[in-house]
Every structure is written in structure tokens, then in C-alpha cells.
């Protein structure tokens, strides 16, 4: 009886002919168990054999740590290297650990100088130990760190206290013998020591204990082997005096280098605030001082003279929507020079015969129908059509700029583009700090959106440099939103920003944007026509109920509908409009509209003035826009492993 290979499949006969068995989806997944258990010994024979550190305290309360680190390789985990994740902050009860900064000060593998490359995260940073470029060979190797952070002594009532977590509770390997030798500050004695191991929270006290004659030297050692993400904690009281305590001006310090995405937040958006204050009341005031009051008053024809495009240019401040052509389409449609028709889900603006040759058309109005023209006399509006409708939209909404100019409105573009840049720069300078160390396509790339803001600004603005200035803000401004939301979308996966970095960054184009807003500013004829404009709100808001419209009001109504969509309140006002129709109420004709009857046929794929409004904007506007550690006491009553000060943890790379 033969033999057969597990991954080989049986042999048999069929019909005289050799055929083979599939593999059963049962031996396939036995074999894949097969295979990572095969490599599992490699895994488990990288470890720590040996865990020192060597930390001397100084009269200020920093410390001076050189962490000795004998690794054994297999090239499984440890491929490159080894790296090392240290906290940058800590706090006990008494806010006696206050965030320090951390900073390296060299690092050797088996006594030669080794590259390293140092990763800022939230609350702590990543010492990659290695050449990305070079392996590591499998065996026995000595890496050496060693570092210096800010003041770590917890003071309590009658001592000092330093409390120190010596490897960390999180590394990925067992550790075989942890150690750590202490050196009080000159002259001091220690006066209690504790020592704790297990993973965090853990009270066991596997180590050794051993203090020199003199009390300035305390030695610590585990004596049973250290599982994965378990650590050796360690505690020593020694007298007050030999440590200076600090003061306020100690804490503001220590707290700005150790957490520079709070100060930098806290600082850069306090000064810009500051800033943009007193520039926006430098501009505002002389201004509203010197301008008449305008009342206003309930009126029932718009303003003498105004289009439904140059009403939305007014009450938006040049900020103009694709619904000012909506408005300009009806009213062209009352005076019969155009009609809307359904075509299918989608709306074709047809030019009536002649139009072209219409006297009395505004600016936006002939750009509007020279465009039409150019088309063939008609448009559908669909995504088939994107780039003809950007056009055509771009040639309407420069006209009526053109047209206009600062007439109305003056946005003061060129504070506006230097309140751009000042943002830019701090959300920049939040973002490079929190993500030091990382690499240049995650740090830089989310600038692209700002540059591109700019770019397209230029396309946009050609009547004057104001103009150029205000489209430039906007467009960086703009481009700033789409760029803090990548950065933030990058440290949220790489754990890069604290909370304060964070807020800081979000706060940054909000701050922006409430001052873009308040820096332009109405002329003396763009306050009146806005008084007259609210006036016309006023009655449009009236009359949207028809139960409160008279006959001769539901009469006029017709002409009014071109300005309440200019104003945005298309939904409430042509769903009234639509229900006076259904009922027979007035005697509106929709034919003398110069719109195509199945317009108001509510019978034909929903094809009302809501559903029409409400349409074409949708249509127009998918066509158009561009796509720590823990706290308390290191003796009775609160020491564990894990407690205290430093920390962290580390593993292969």
C-alpha cells in the first residue's frame, strides 16, 4: 500500500485513466496551520536578554538615561532593528511630573553609531534604532540609547519622590533580566525604595533590591523572566533640598517643550485673533460711521432696475450660486425670450427665436443668451454637458462681476489673502510639529489642496487686483479646509496629534473664515439696495402663504418668482405657487410666461415650478462645481508596575 504526501493529491482510476483528487479546502487550511507554526519558533526565540538603564538625577530633576538593550534577532520581528516608544508627558496627584521635552542624545548597536530616526506622536515618540537599507543579522546584538528628559520628581510632604516606569509595559518580546541602577543628585540618601514588575497595574515585587553605603546608589533587578508587555517599575524617596523645586515660570516651560502643538495653538491662534480684531474694526468702523441708516420697508416690486442675478450678488456679497442663473433663465422665460422643457430626469434651456437681437438685456443676461447661441440655440442640462455648463456659467457669473465690480460691495480681497496666508502658516507649523519625523509625502502632501486654491483663483478674477485678491483668499482659504481635514485624517492613523494640535488645527480656517466674513465691506448704494431687497424678502415671505394674497397680488406673483429664487426661497414660495395653480385659484396663464406649459403640468414626471426649480439647481450644480502613565504614589498605597514616570514600551521593525 503506497504512501501519499499530505499536500499530494491520491491517485485513482476512472473509465481506465488516472485521475487526481482535488485538494479538500479542510487540507488546505491544516497546511496554512501548518506553515505559521513552522514559523513560530522564529518568533519566539527573539527576545530581550538583557534590560539596563542607567539614570542619574540631576539638581534640577532632569535625568540622564542611557538604556542598554541586548537583543537576540531572527530576522522574524526584528528585521532592521529594534525601536523605542518613551512618553513625553506624565502627571501624578500633586502635579509634581509636568510634560517635559525629550531629546536624544546618542544611540550605538554593538558599540558603533547606528542611524536613527525619531517619530513625534500624541503623547509620546518612536526611536527607530536601524537602516531601513541594511538587515540585521540573526544573533546576539547591543543596542545603546541614551536620552535626557525634563524634571520627573514628584514632591510630597517631607520627601522627594522619583517614580519611574525603567522599560515600559509594552514591549512586543519577553525580556530575561531587566535592571536599573539609580543616582540620586549629590549628597542626597534615599530613604525608601519599592520596586515592582508585572504587566500594568500588576503590585508583584519580583526584584532585587540593594542600596550603596553611602544611600546615593540604589540597584534594581527582576529575578524571574518578563512576558511580553510586562515591565519593571521602580520607586526611591530621598530627602527634600537636593532637588529644586520649580516654579510657575519652570512649569509654563517645561509644559511649552514638552506639548509645542498646545503652545503653538494657544499662542498662534490667540495672536491672529488678536490681529484680525483690531484690523476687521479698523475697516468697519470709519465706514458704519460715516454711512446713513437705511430703514426698511414691506415692498411689492423689486428694486428699480435689478435683476434676480444682481439681487443675489447683493445679499450674498458677490458670493454668487448657481441658482442666480436659475433666476436669470425665468426671467427670461417671463419676457418669452427662452423656455425650459423636460427631457426625461433631465431639463433642455431652449432660446426662443430672436432672442438674440432683445434690447434692454443686462450684461450677465446677453452673456447668458450669446452662450445659448453658441450652443445651438439650446442646452440639456446633464452631466453629459459638464463643461459646456462651466463655461457658460463661467462667461454669466464674470459678466455680472465685470459689470459690477465693488459697486455694492468692497470685499477688502487683499487683507482677506493675507489672513489666508497667516492661517496657512499656523496650521502648517501645528502640522509639521506634530508629525515630525514622519515621512515628507504625509507631511507636505496635504498641501496640495492650498496650492491648487490659489492656481484656480487666477482663472477666475480678471477685472482688478482687489478682485484677484478676494478670489485668491477664498481660494486658499478653501484649499486651507480641504488640507487641515487631511492632516487630520493622517494623524488620526499614525496617532501624531494630541487633542491640542488637533483643536488647534480645526480652529484654524474657522478662525479664517468668521474673519473673511466680517472684513468686507457694503458702499453707501449697496446699503441702500439691501434695505430695499429685505423689503422685498419681507413681502415675498408675506404672500409665500397664498392664503394671506389677494387677487391682484396672486396676479403679480408671476414676475416675483425669478427674485424669490434669486433669494434662495424657492422650495416654500414655488410649492405655494404650484398649489394656486393646482386649485384654480387667481388666474394665472403659465403661456404668457414664455415657459413651456408641461412646466407647470403636474402630471408630466412631476414637472412643477418646485420640481423645475429645484431640478435645474441640482442639475447645474453636480455640472458645474469641481469635482500615558498612571498616577499616585510609588510606596503603599498606589505603587504598581507601570506607575510613574517614563514608560512606553518598543519592539522589531
Avoid at 160 to 184: C, K, M, Q
Wanted: charged share 20%.
Amino acid at each position: 500500500m503506497g504512501t501519499h504526501s499530505f499536500f499530494h493529491p491520491r491517485h485513482f482510476k476512472s473509465n481506465g485513466r488516472i485521475r487526481r483528487r482535488p485538494i479538500s479546502a479542510k487540507q488546505i487550511i491544516m497546511g496554512f496551520l501548518l506553515l505559521l507554526i513552522s514559523l513560530a519558533p522564529a518568533a519566539a526565540r527573539e527576545r530581550i536578554e538583557r534590560f539596563e538603564s542607567d539614570i542619574a538625577i540631576g539638581p534640577t530633576g532632569r535625568l540622564d538615561i542611557t538604556e542598554t538593550i541586548a537583543i537576540k534577532a531572527e530576522g522574524y520581528r526584528i528585521e532592521h532593528g529594534i525601536y523605542r516608544d518613551l512618553p513625553i508627558a506624565g502627571q501624578t496627584v500633586e502635579g509634581g511630573i509636568y510634560p517635559g521635552a525629550l531629546q536624544v542624545l546618542s544611540a550605538t548597536l554593538d558599540g558603533e553609531p547606528v542611524a536613527m530616526r525619531v517619530a513625534r506622536r500624541s503623547d509620546y515618540v518612536r526611536i527607530f534604532l536601524g537602516d531601513s537599507g541594511t538587515d540585521l543579522a540573526p544573533g546576539l546584538h547591543t543596542f545603546r540609547l541614551a536620552y535626557r528628559t525634563g524634571p520627573q520628581i514628584n514632591s510630597r510632604e517631607g520627601q522627594d519622590e522619583f517614580y519611574w516606569n525603567v522599560t515600559g509595559s509594552y514591549w512586543a518580546f519577553p525580556i530575561d533580566r531587566a535592571a536599573a541602577t539609580i543616582h540620586l543628585p549629590e549628597g542626597a540618601a534615599a530613604t525608601r525604595i519599592a520596586g515592582y514588575t508585572g504587566a500594568f497595574g500588576s503590585t508583584r515585587t519580583d526584584v532585587s533590591r540593594r542600596v550603596s553605603p553611602e544611600g546615593s546608589t540604589v540597584d534594581f533587578a527582576t529575578y524571574r523572566i518578563l512576558d511580553p508587555e510586562e515591565g519593571l517599575t521602580v520607586a526611591v524617596g530621598f530627602p527634600k533640598g537636593f532637588v529644586r523645586e520649580p516654579d510657575a515660570a519652570d512649569r509654563l516651560w517645561w509644559s511649552v517643550r514638552g506639548n509645542p502643538g498646545a503652545a503653538i495653538s494657544v499662542i498662534g491662534l490667540g495672536m491672529l485673533a488678536l490681529i484680525f480684531l483690531l484690523v476687521s474694526r479698523r475697516i468697519r468702523r470709519p465706514a458704519e460711521a460715516h454711512s446713513k441708516k437705511y430703514p426698511v420697508i414691506e415692498r411689492r416690486k423689486p428694486p428699480r432696475g435689478m435683476t434676480p442675478a444682481e439681487v443675489q450678488y447683493i445679499t450674498t456679497r458677490r458670493m454668487l450660486g448657481h441658482s442666480a442663473l436659475v433666476a436669470t433663465v425665468i426671467n427670461l422665460g417671463l419676457r418669452s425670450l427662452m423656455t425650459i422643457v423636460p427631457e426625461g430626469k433631465a431639463w433642455r434651456i431652449v432660446l426662443q427665436e430672436g432672442a438674440d437681437k432683445a434690447r434692454g438685456l443686462a450684461p450677465e443676461e446677453e452673456a447668458l443668451v450669446r452662450g445659448l447661441r453658441d450652443e445651438g440655440g439650446s442646452i440639456l442640462v446633464d452631466r453629459k454637458n459638464r463643461k459646456a455648463l462651466r463655461l457658460l456659467y463661467g462667461d454669466f457669473s464674470r459678466a455680472l462681476r465685470t459689470a459690477h465690480g465693488r459697486r455694492y460691495y468692497a470685499p477688502n480681497g487683499k487683507w482677506k489673502l493675507v489672513a489666508a496666508v497667516l492661517c496657512c502658516g499656523l496650521a502648517a507649523a501645528l502640522a509639521l510639529t506634530g508629525m515630525d519625523g514622519e515621512g515628507p509625502v504625509l507631511v507636505y502632501g496635504p498641501l496640495l489642496p492650498i496650492v491648487l486654491g490659489l492656481c484656480f483663483a487666477g482663472f477666475d478674477a480678471r477685472a482688478d487686483a482687489d478682485t484677484f485678491s478676494n478670489a485668491a483668499g477664498n481660494g486658499v482659504g478653501g484649499g486651507l479646509v480641504a488640507s487641515v481635514g487631511l492632516w487630520l485624517m493622517v494623524g488620526f492613523f499614525t496617532g501624531a496629534f494630541g487633542w491640542a494640535t488637533a483643536i488647534g488645527l480645526v480652529a484654524t480656517p474657522v478662525l479664517f473664515w468668521v474673519f473673511a466674513a466680517r472684513i468686507g465691506q457694503p458702499t453707501e448704494e449697496g446699503r441702500a439696495r439691501e434695505a430695499e431687497i429685505e423689503g422685498l424678502r419681507l413681502y415675498l415671505e408675506r404672500v409665500g402663504d397664498m392664503r394671506h394674497a389677494n387677487r391682484s397680488e396672486r396676479d403679480a406673483l408671476p414676475a416675483l418668482l425669478p427674485f424669490a429664487v434669486a433669494l434662495n426661497m424657492k422650495s416654500e414660495w414655488s410649492r405655494a405657487f404650484d398649489s394656486v395653480l393646482e386649485s384654480g385659484h387667481g388666474t394665472i396663464n403659465p403661456i404668457p410666461f414664455g415657459l413651456h406649459p408641461t412646466f407647470y403640468d403636474t402630471g408630466a414626471n412631476g414637472a412643477t415650478i418646485f420640481g423645475a426649480c429645484q431640478a435645474l439647481s441640482t442639475n447645474l450644480t453636480a455640472c458645474i462645481s469641481p469635482n500615558g502613565s498612571g498616577s499616585g504614589g510609588g510606596f503603599s498605597g498606589g505603587g504598581f508596575s507601570g506607575g510613574g514616570g517614563g514608560g512606553g514600551g518598543g519592539g522589531g521593525w
